[in-house]
């Protein structure tokens, strides 16, 4: 059955345990700037704000590919072919959840690929606030829910940060 991530902001401590299990599962390391799931804290306002990869349906990451690179698995994550990646960034640019980033080592995008679907985060989040769930009506409208408060969230920081 395929499977969709669900992320609560509101549930979020900012623990950041999230980005230490992503980077360690990725590349043996506990390094948060590798991590392909970033929590963004605004301790203003009391936000911790997880930002991965939403998985889009339709996907300006991949739309925007001028190579290719970066593609939808059949029923599966969006991934990106690091043979045909050319590291112009216009999939880190065009992403509205802020879901690909840099990795500082190898300057091409990473972005979750639901750690071939056990994600690492899920298992580690002790307050729930990531969730990989089956595709059920409930759990699709559930993630409607989460996107819409994460791009208010992500509205009001951006309104609120100074110029």
Known sequence: MPMIL???PERCTGCRTCESVCSFFHYKEFNPRRSRIVVLRDAERGLNLPMVCQQCEEAPCITSCPTGA????EDGPILID???CIGCKTCVTVCPFG??????VTHKPIKCDLCGGDPE????CIERAIEFVPVT???VMKKKRSIEKISS???LVISKTPK
Request: aromatic content about 20%.
């Open 82 to 84: 690091y043979e045909k």
């Open 70 to 73: 970066t593609y939808r698995e």
């Open 121 to 124: 985060c899920v298992k580690y």
């Open 153 to 155: 969230l992500i509205e």
């Open 6 to 8: 669900i992320v609560d």
């Open 99 to 104: 879901g690909n980033s840099l990795d500082f």
């Open 137 to 139: 009506v409930f759990n």
